[in-house]
T-cell receptor, first 113, second 116 residues
Framework: EDQVTQSPEALRLQEGESSSLNCSYT??????LFWYRQDPGKGPEFLFT???AGEEKEKERLKATLTKKESFLHITAPKPEDSATYLC??????????????FGEGTQLTVNP | EPEVTQTPSHQVTQMGQEVILRCVPI?????FYWYRQILGQKVEFLVS????????KSEIFDDQFSVERPDGSNFTLKIRSTKLEDSAMYFC??????????????FGPGTRLTVL
């Protein structure tokens, strides 16, 4: 069974204070690892897809990296508008037409001005 | 920018009643999904749908649930006899093409279902 564990559950940062969120995963074969942002009462908003160990993706203040067992979402000099819950999800290679995503619990990030 | 839309944004119903949640996926997408998120819990897969049939369903998706694509644009989730534990946010998602280099599923804003 695929498992995704995110840490920490919650993180409070001061504006400009860089940090990292962790996503550990256990899958029989990784087809892709996805990061989403979720604002309160809203649907997940796609951020990144990572496919293989060593891959990195960047978008504004966010950078996602991937190893064989975990992924990190690095936030550089965060701003209050980066406050949200960040979700990690995996897609198993055995998922063919179904493409079911398995999500972690998320990390709730709060950036104080 | 194309987006997934869902209606209604909030549905309140009595236990035992039927509800239909509606979604309009992104127009050139071929794969459609329903997920749910109970308050404070993780997003959980319910069902995937492709070529007018269910591709995969989770153990949550029992006989009380059904999905349909009644026309070329709408994708619906029906719960026949709602239970208190069905209270959750229900998200529709769509994917352009599976098994391609791009596997990103795009999510709608959700329907909050409250069962009293």
């Amino acid at each position: 069974e695929d498992q995704v564990t995110q840490s920490p559950e919650a993180l409070r940062l001061q504006e400009g204070e860089s940090s990292s969120l962790n996503c550990s995963y256990t899958v029989s074969g990784l087809r892709g690892l996805f990061w989403y942002r979720q604002d309160p009462g809203k649907g997940p908003e796609f951020l990144f897809t990572l496919y293989s160990a060593g891959e990195e993706k960047e978008k504004e203040r966010l950078k996602a990296t991937l190893t064989k067992k975990e992924s990190f979402l690095h936030i550089t000099a965060p701003k209050p508008e980066d406050s949200a819950t960040y979700l990690c999800a995996v897609l198993n290679v055995r998922e063919t037409s179904g493409s079911r995503l398995t999500f972690g619990e998320g990390t709730q990030l709060t950036v104080n001005p | 920018e194309p987006e997934v839309t869902q209606t209604p944004s909030h549905q309140v119903t009595q236990m035992g009643q039927e509800v239909i949640l509606r979604c309009v996926p992104i127009s050139n997408h071929l794969y459609f999904y329903w997920y749910r998120q109970i308050l404070g819990q993780k997003v959980e897969f319910l069902v995937s749908f492709y070529n007018n049939e269910i591709s995969e369903k989770s153990e949550i998706f029992d006989d009380q649930f059904s999905v349909e694509r009644p026309d070329g644009s709408n994708f619906t989730l029906k719960i026949r006899s709602t239970k208190l534990e069905d209270s959750a946010m229900y998200f529709c998602a769509s994917l352009r093409q599976a098994l391609s280099f791009h596997n990103e599923q795009f999510f709608g804003p959700g329907t909050r279902l409250t069962v009293l």
